[in-house]
């Protein structure tokens, strides 16, 4: 697999180069049960990063930063007003959305909040 994730031989793979990068998603962001969970298998070797505009099963679409291995911030904008439940290690939090809204989340031990910024 190359730097750009395309696998490198002839003919072109399309499960290689589609599979990869849905694998690599599902290790930051799973949304199978309704519930959109965050980081749910962060290797080890991506201490620090973020992703951008990755869409759930549940029209969210979410960025996250981590550093140190932990979620330091997630933003999700609600694309259909749906109440929205992330999960995040031991933690959960449900709130409702407007169609539009984006809401700067965090998930720490003991205190999950959803602030509404737009």
């Known amino acids: ?28 962001l799973q949304s199978h049960t309704g519930d959109i969970h965050l980081l749910p298998a962060l290797p080890d070797a991506w ?3 973020r992703m951008t505009g990755i869409r759930t ?12 291995a932990r979620l330091t911030e997630a933003l999700v904008q609600s694309h259909s007003g749906e109440s929205c439940r992330l999960r995040y290690v031991d933690a959960t939090l449900h ?9 700067k989340v965090r998930m720490l031990a003991g205190k999950q909040t959803a602030e509404r910024l737009k």
């Open 1 to 28: 697999m190359g730097s750009n994730l395309w696998d490198m031989h002839p003919p072109f793979q399309i499960d290689g180069n589609f599979g990869g990068t849905a694998g690599i998603t599902e290790m930051l």
């Open 95 to 103: 709130f409702e959305t407007v169609k539009g809204a984006v809401y």
């Open 57 to 68: 099963r549940a029209n969210f679409v979410v960025d996250l930063s981590w550093n140190s």
């Open 47 to 49: 201490a620090s990063g």
